[in-house]
């Protein structure tokens, strides 16, 4: 019975209960979202490298190592040999192996030396892996493959030439122009770095720091095998077995030919995600400010509706209400918009994930699941009533006041 009073006494008022309930929509949809974000996006940054148990590379620190290798960010402070390439590929415990090779740039978009594995085994995302939207895998010397972005931002298509320079800044002095390369393949969006760079051959890098002449001769020996690299940036490992991970992991740091480093890119995620966590909680006080607000406008509405709602109370008392059942007839009223407000909040952020999720998986590499269902997601709403329920304790201790003390008018 009180239900049904609460719920027709907020359809006489609905001009202002419907501006309440969309102030409350958009506070609940923002906290929503940033909740969502939080968990979400902590996952998705972690999956912009999938697959790979272990990236190996010269001793600079775990998140120094991750950043150059996967997120293209920074400058590897040294070089590991390319037989300790060779030297991991013999391991049992090894399936694949993708050399990577950094130093070089094109109108500031990093370059990336390696081999036809890295459109193999690479893998983002949720084990997806590389595709053609145009052409395919370099062939020739000379072929490049360019990522979604590049391609985009540069305006180039199949067989346009392109010349790397040497350094990785937008500007660069040293361009290799003895030695240009043709774009044969575009890769499809993946929302990672792999969208920002230029892929060439490890053969290639050695052949524009050769002299031109050094180079044609090469060339018209047929002498490929003599570009064999003697260095390489990092490496991403593959594992055949889960379990050997972390032996592996010890024997390549102390590898004794080499100064090698291994390391797990979970854990070097974690590190990297640690440093964003002050963001994280910014963004979580400021959706909780903008609840705040929306729950103070909810107990102002209320409160401005005791004086409207005099005779209505008096008529209440009139029929047998006690002074309570008027309070808990304002509870009802709150915790009413309130719930409808988060079923329609939860119905808009489903939405617009659903709506949004392949472009923001293109354009900012977060892959986020439709479903907001999650025990965070039900302890903030749980949260969100309780707190309409504080905010509804004001205006309702005024109702039991108002029903103790209003008599109708002869």
Known sequence: MKRILAWKSLVSRKKTVILTCLSLIVSISVLMTVEHLRAQAKDSFNRTISGTDLIVGAPSGELNLLLYTVFRMGSPTNNIQFDSLDMLNKQKSVSWTIPLSLGDSHKGYRVLGTNQDYFEHFKYGDKRSLSFSEGEHFDDLFDVVIGAEVAKALNYSLGDKL???H????????????APFTVAGILQPTGTPVDKTVHVSLEAIEAIHLAPAQLTRLIEQGRMDLLKPKNITGVLVGLENKFATFSLQRMINNYPDDRLMAVLPGVAMTQMWSLMESVENLLMVISLLVL??????????LLASMNERSVEIAVLRTLGASPLTVLLLIVYEALLITALSVVAAYALVSLALVSLSDWLAQQYGLFLSSNLYSMNVLILVGFIFIAALVAAIVPAIEAYRKALQVQLSA
């Open 163 to 165: 010349v790397i320079a």
């Open 292 to 301: 705040l607000a929306s729950l103070f406008g909810l107990m102002t509405m």
């Open 167 to 178: 350094g990785i800044g937008s500007t660069s002095f040293q361009n290799h122009d003895n």
